[in-house]
Every structure is written in C-alpha cells, then in structure tokens.
T-cell receptor
C-alpha cells in the first residue's frame, strides 16, 4: 500500500515551458487535492477534486489546470511556467475529512 | 484576521521537557482539527486529529480543543530530538455536500536540544 505517490520528485523548467505533475493514490479515496508550499506562506490549496469527474478551484488556481483522470489519479498542469511558480507541490487525498499527503515535487522555474 | 494562526516560533525546548504549540482559528463553524508534523524536506504527516472539546491523548502527544475560545493546542511530553520539526495546525469545515475545506497555519518550528 503505497498511499499517495507523486512524480517527478524534482523538476527544473525554463520560463514558458509546460509540464504535468502526476499524482496517484491507492487508498480508494474520493477526494484529491493539490497544494503548493512556499517559505513564509504555508500550504495553499491550488485545486481539488471532491470525486471522480469533478474539479474546483482553491485559493491560488491561476496558472494551473487539473485533470481527475479516474478515481486514483489527479494531475496538475502548468501550461506556461513562470518563476513565481517555483515551489514545492504536494498532492493529498482524503476520505471524509482527513487528508494524507504525497512526498512532494520540488519545482524550480528559471 | 488570518484564518488559522500559530505561534510564529521558532520554539526551542530541552530534551525531556514539554513542548506546547498553539493555534487559533477564525471560522466558528470549523468542525475538525488536525496537527501535522513536517520534517525538513519532507511532506506533512498527520499526528493528531480532534473533533470535540477537551483533551485527546496519543502516546506522548495531547491535543486540546476549546471551540468557545477557537483555540487548539498540541502538547508533546518528554520531548525528543526526533520531535524537531515544523508542526502545522489545520482546521477543517464542510463547504457543501461531501466537500471539506482544510486551512493550514504557517507552522511552528520546534527544536528539541539534547
């Protein structure tokens, strides 16, 4: 039982490049989330998906898109990366109200 | 007022002491409360959840909740160097249907000195 997995662990992009962060969970949870964590800012919700086929914006959605591919997978896409998107990205999943986090992706945009 | 506020820290305690971490929240309809531990370079790890007023104990950890004062705390007894980490307070409320909104504080860095 791997819990929540994320790929890649590290990524360096140039401004304007695109990429997709992948997240998968094997806990059969309905809800999945994407957060970013920046020094001094704490964890901020980007997007979430309450169930397969639904997605909603969080606190900081600008510059991102998401896809809930199936119950297990929830991806985050940066269409045109900007230096302000340099951050650590965490995926989480939950059943009811307790969230469990993946190991994170450290993204640097140059 | 920020939704979830924690002691900014850092907090430093000697090994064996009690570490006390505090958190206040602004949304009175919040329903569930969590403490996560985050080691440097790692992801948040759930250590305690509490739903009702009073104390909840789990090993060396005790979570305390006072909904009237909108206050939640975490006590770590017999602190160990391995407890050195950032502790995140998180507050959850139902936002419709099966949706829950979890709001995090910025965290308190705890250092336990041998």
């Amino acid at each position: 039982n791997a819990g929540v997995t994320q790929t890649p662990k590290f990524q360096v992009l140039k401004t304007g490049q695109s990429m997709t962060l992948q997240c998968a969970q094997d806990m059969n949870h309905n809800s999945m989330y994407w957060y970013r964590q920046d020094p001094g800012m704490g964890l901020r919700l980007i997007y979430y998906s309450a169930s397969e086929g639904t997605t909603d914006k969080g606190e900081v959605p600008n510059g991102y898109n998401v896809s809930r591919l199936n119950k297990r997978e929830f991806s985050l896409r940066l269409e045109s990366a900007a230096p302000s998107q340099t951050s650590v990205y965490f995926c989480a999943s939950s059943e009811i109200d307790t969230q469990y986090f993946g190991p994170g992706t450290r993204l640097t945009v140059l | 007022q920020k939704e979830v506020e924690q002691n900014s820290g850092p907090l430093s305690v000697p090994e064996g002491a009690i570490a006390s971490l505090n958190c206040t929240y602004s949304d009175r309809v919040s329903q569930s409360f969590f403490w996560y531990r985050q080691y440097s370079g790692k992801s948040p790890e759930l250590i305690m959840s509490i739903y009702s007023n009073g104390d909840k104990e789990d090993g060396r950890f005790t979570a305390q909740l006072n909904k009237a004062s909108q206050y939640v705390s975490l006590l770590i007894r017999d602190s160990q160097p391995s407890d050195s980490a950032t502790y995140l307070c998180a507050v959850n409320r139902r936002s419709g249907g099966s949706n829950y909104k979890l709001t995090f504080g910025k965290g308190t860095l705890l250092t336990v000195n041998p």
